[in-house]
């Protein structure tokens, strides 16, 4: 069984100012992790993913995440918070094992405030 | 990655009636996802759709609400059956990434469906 928790349903940020969007996931497997975003009225993009390879795992737009298994935490950085960021974050998890199961945190709703 | 287009982009339906949303995709695939999110909510995987086999469909879908096809590996269709207004959703459709980004899926841009 796997599942995948976003600690904070909305977070609020200036802009220029760092962003950190937590997630935390339990995952019987080595999982894959991903975030995608969602921006209002959009489809869902992927942001970056982790499948074992670099803990840390730098993304498009300046997003970075980090793996950490001791804590089973992939939060979502980046330094500096853009108005063009704010959207919704979804962290996902996934396991290949035989067939795909993924599974989707409930989101994050990031505002960026000018 | 491929490039995934869903129609229609929105519609507005009868209580009632059906609606089939078709979803394409510019390279070959073996597996397609159906998903649905609910105003406010996020993705719920309705069911895997691979070519040649009957779909898949998680706990709390059924065939007969959600029927849909896959007729090649480029195509597919759901259809949201005699609709209500809790079926007012974004349903969207999504493929595993190429050979070597199996675990990866993308997404179409979906399609926003209104129930009155």
């Known amino acids: 069984a796997q599942s995948v928790t976003q600690l904070d349903s909305h977070v609020s940020v200036s802009e220029g100012t760092p962003v950190l969007l937590r997630c935390n996931y339990s995952?019987?497997?080595?999982?894959?992790l991903f975030w995608y975003v969602q921006h209002p009225n959009k489809g869902l993009q992927l942001l970056l993913k982790?499948?074992?390879?670099?803990?840390l795992v730098k993304g498009i737009n300046g997003f970075e995440a980090e793996f950490k298994k001791s804590e089973t935490s992939f939060h979502l950085t980046k330094p500096s918070a853009h108005m063009s960021d704010a959207a919704e974050y979804f962290c996902?998890?996934?396991?290949?094992?035989?067939?795909?199961?993924?599974?989707f945190g409930t989101g994050t709703k990031l505002q960026v405030i000018p | 990655s491929a490039v995934i287009s869903q129609k229609p982009s929105r519609d507005i339906c009868q209580r009632g009636t059906s609606l089939t949303i078709q979803c394409q995709v510019d390279?070959?695939?073996?597996?397609m996802f159906w998903y649905r999110q609910q105003p406010g909510q996020s993705l719920t995987l309705i069911a895997t759709?691979?070519?040649?086999?009957?779909?898949?469909?998680e706990s709390g879908f059924v065939i007969d609400k959600f029927p849909i096809s896959r007729p090649n590996l480029t195509f597919s269709t759901l259809t949201v059956s005699n609709m209500s207004p809790e079926d007012s959703s974004i349903y969207l459709c999504?493929?595993?990434?190429?050979?070597?980004?199996?675990?990866?899926?993308?997404f179409g841009p979906g399609t926003r469906l209104t129930v009155l």
């Open positions: 999504s493929v595993e990434g190429d050979r070597g980004q199996m675990d990866t899926q993308y």
């Open positions: 995952s019987s497997y080595s999982p894959s």
């Open positions: 982790y499948t074992s390879a670099a803990t």
């Open positions: 996902v998890v996934s396991y290949s094992g035989g067939y795909q199961k993924v599974t």
């Open positions: 390279s070959q695939v073996t597996m």
């Open positions: 759709a691979n070519q040649g086999s009957e779909a898949t469909y």
